[in-house]
């Protein structure tokens, strides 16, 4: 499955953005999708998970409450709506598939299979 994520951008304190996560090659929904981020100096950290079906997800506690993750199996996406956003999640998120039968894993070594990412920028 080839991975491609958008929707990335600059963005003032509390304000919202929608990351897009475009799935090829194979439907979307034989994985547990993830969302990462990543910045400079800090090593990747699980944002949010949703499981193939849709029925399970999972977040860090730095995105309870602000981040949702959904999945629209006709268009083979997964979305992050991302409001309230604070300058601390500026980073560059990227999607990932894991492909196991399994429920998600917040775990970055779990997901076989990344986009190229997409950078967030948030100004105080």
């Known amino acids: 499955v080839q991975l491609q994520a958008s929707g990335g951008g600059l963005v003032q304190a509390g304000g919202s953005l929608r990351l897009s996560c475009a799935a090829s090659?194979?439907?979307?929904?034989?994985?547990?999708m993830g969302w990462f981020r990543q910045s400079p100096g800090k090593e990747r950290e699980f944002v949010a998970g949703?499981?193939?079906?849709?029925?399970?997800?999972d977040y860090a506690d730095s995105a309870k409450g602000r981040f949702t993750i959904s999945l629209d199996k006709p268009k083979n996406t997964v979305f992050l709506q991302m409001n309230s956003l604070k300058p601390e999640d500026t980073a560059v998120y990227y999607c990932?598939?894991?492909?196991?039968?399994?429920?998600?894993?917040?775990?970055?070594?779990?997901?076989?299979?990344w986009g190229q990412g997409t950078e967030v920028t948030v100004s105080s």
């Open positions: 090659g194979r439907a979307i929904n034989v994985y547990n």
């Open positions: 949703i499981s193939r079906s849709g029925s399970s997800t």
């Open positions: 990932a598939a894991d492909p196991q039968w399994r429920g998600v894993v917040a775990r970055a070594s779990a997901y076989n299979y």
